[in-house]
């Protein structure tokens, strides 16, 4: 299991911007995927970023085009810029990341031991 640690959510009005990061005990290297994922009450859990041995990309479409993932190795953090945020974004925002066939081309498996505790954003019209 690793130590995923998400940080950054808050309390913002729509059309601004947040940066969450989600720190890594172990060696970012280690994962082959890693992405973040998000859950509002109510609704089922929703993907909404990947990113594959640091180089491919993948967004939902209610997100692409508004935020970005990155990564960081020399820091084990991953990143979700978030821009032109609205209210249909307020959710907890969780990181996981993933190997092997536990991955879905980009998409980490989000199983336990390789999630994080989540971070709340919150969007306000």
């Known amino acids: 299991q690793v130590q995923l640690a998400e940080s950054g959510g808050a309390s913002v009005q729509s059309g601004g911007s947040l940066r969450l990061s989600c720190t890594v005990s172990?060696?970012?290297?280690?994962?082959?995927?890693m992405g973040w994922f998000r859950q509002a009450p109510g609704k089922e859990r929703e993907e909404i970023a990947s990113i594959r041995e640091g180089r491919t990309t993948n967004y939902a479409a209610t997100v692409k085009g508004r935020f970005t993932i990155s990564q960081d190795n020399a820091k084990n953090t991953l990143y979700l810029q978030m821009n032109s945020l609205k209210p249909a974004d307020t959710a907890m925002y969780y990181c996981a990341v993933d190997f092997g066939w536990f991955c879905s081309g980009s998409w980490p498996s989000f199983r336990a031991g390789y999630r994080g505790q989540g971070t709340q954003v919150t969007v306000s019209s």
């Open positions: 172990e060696r970012m290297e280690t994962y082959s995927c």
